[in-house]
């Protein structure tokens, strides 16, 4: 790798003052990336390389983003003249990274008004963009999971797309730094709820307040980092002071274990379904979209419903962005 970064610095080099690189020298091309960093870590990964990549190569702004249904997070970016900043939201089809991942495009566009894909994306209406560069980032399944990209409101010069190689190499070194660093957190998410079970209802056995606590900040920061979503429904029970006073607090810890059951089958594995407290309970669909949240609170409403269990519900889906 460090042998390509200098092939491809000598090359800049020797281009002359012209150049898009000459604008922007670097003492040491790829050293700089790999040395003053824990590569294992994907966050810190991200920041070098990008600001890297504003050194070596130029442009206004940089960006490594997640791509889930057709919402584009921005996770990190070095912007100069944007104003973009990281948790904020687009939409993957106006972009140019959609086109260049359907092949509609090439990979570095250094004037994208001359790409058809480019000029008439609706996102080149919305920002003022003349040249292009993206790369995919992939998961270990091969799946998209965002890409590696950045545009300037400057046509840049042509020798620019000699760096596809050196992209495609960070690219990669990126990806499977998020590979591993997944495996590892979804480890690290399956002993936090071990570790919560200790926290847990004695009624129901589902995680108390203090556990759900817990394991909130932790899928708060997963949303984060990754650029995950979630949805939290919160479920009220309608009918257990009525129960406990009618027929006792016996027939009432029944009632509560009813809903417990039935919330627990109308959520999915992965799903986190606590009791608050008294008759509150909450549900988080772990990375979930809005229409996946709005699907699980029809679920639960249905399945509540169907064991004769009266209750208020009310939902919130949060992204990146948001706590």
Known sequence: MASLARRAHLKHANAGSGSGAAMFPLRRPLEIFTSEQNMS??????REALAFLRRRLGFDLWMITRTENDDWTVLHCEDQSYDVHPGQLFSWSDSFCSEMVKGNGP?????????????????????????YIGVPLLLSDGSLFGTLCAVDPKPQPVNIQEDQELMEMIGMMLSKILQMELKADNESSRAERFEAQALSDALTGLYNRAGWEQLVASEDGRNRRYGKSSAVVVIDLD??????????????DELIRCAADTLTQASRTDDIVARL????????GVNCDKAGGEALRERVTQALHQSGVRASLGMAWLTPGTT
């Open 41 to 46: 870590d994907f966050e810190d990964a991200a």
């Open 277 to 284: 407290g008294g008759d509150e309970f909450a549900i988080i």
């Open 107 to 131: 990979r570095i566009a250094p004037d994208s008004e001359l790409v058809a894909a480019y000029s008439s994306a609706p996102i080149s209406k919305k920002l003022p963009i003349r040249a």
């Open 239 to 252: 009918d257990l002071k009525l129960v406990n006073d009618s027929n006792g607090h016996a027939a009432g």
